[in-house]
Each structure stands twice: as C-alpha cells, then as structure tokens.
C-alpha cells in the first residue's frame, strides 16, 4: 500500500517490481537491496528507488550477470574514479564469456547432431551407435 510519502510495503514493492517477497529478502541478505527502515509496528518500509534498483538488478540478469556481478556493477555506480569505460569493459568482458558459452555450446550442438545421425535407431539398446559413440569418447 502506498502512502502520501511514497513510500510502499513489500507487497507494493513486489507488484511493481514484478519479484517475489522471498526474492527481496534474499537481495537483502545478500547485499542487493539495502535492508529498509521499518515502521513502529515492524513493517519494512520501501521507496521508488528500490523499485528501480530491483528493475536494475533483474535486467542485468537477463542480460547474464551473475548476482555476484550485478553486485559489482551496481557498487561501480558509486565508486568514486569509475569511469564508463570501466563499466564497458565489464559488459565486453560479459558479452566475450557470454560468446564463448555460444560456442561451447554450438560444439556441443554438432557433436550430437553426428551421433543422432549415425544412429539407426533400430534394435536392441545394447547395440546402439549412439550409446557406443558415448562410451567411446569417454574413454579418451
């Protein structure tokens, strides 16, 4: 629920933010989100910026930072002497580990595309070009 300072209950905060209560405590346990001043009866008050730094922590996500990360680049938006360049040889360093994930993974693509092709997909499992296409590599 709102109130005439702006002010939210996490309940407010998870609607707008589009997260879950347990994922708030969880990003205040951790360092995410900075724990919030609390009403006389115990309620965890909450403003518009923690919406936004909620918003700010799920993008960054998305985009394949870890919380760890996301931690760091938040932390980078308050350090004195941080420049942008710094920031975007974080991200270029993210979009290089992201590209090598691709590519690990395109190899793995064709790697199994071979052993589905050379599988006839007849008889019994025992006799399976696939299963010993399997059993041969891990013995390399």
């Known amino acids: 629920m709102k109130t005439v300072n702006s002010s939210m209950t996490v309940g407010a905060l998870t609607k707008q933010a589009g997260v879950k209560i347990d994922t708030i405590r ?16 115990g309620y965890r008050i909450f403003t518009p910026a923690s919406v936004e730094r909620l918003r700010f922590i799920k993008q960054a996500q998305a985009l394949g930072f870890t919380l760890n990360e996301v931690k760091q680049l938040l932390a980078l938006r308050l350090s004195p002497g941080v420049t942008c360049t710094d920031v975007r040889n974080r991200a270029q360093a993210k979009l290089a580990e992201i590209q090598q994930k691709i590519d690990t993974l395109h190899a793995m693509k064709r790697a199994l595309q071979q052993f589905v092709s050379a599988c006839a997909a007849d008889g019994p499992a025992s006799e399976c070009s696939f299963l010993a296409n399997l059993h041969q590599r891990s013995l390399r």
């Open 26 to 41: 969880y990003y205040e346990r951790h360092g995410l989100l900075p724990k919030p001043p609390r009403t006389n009866t």
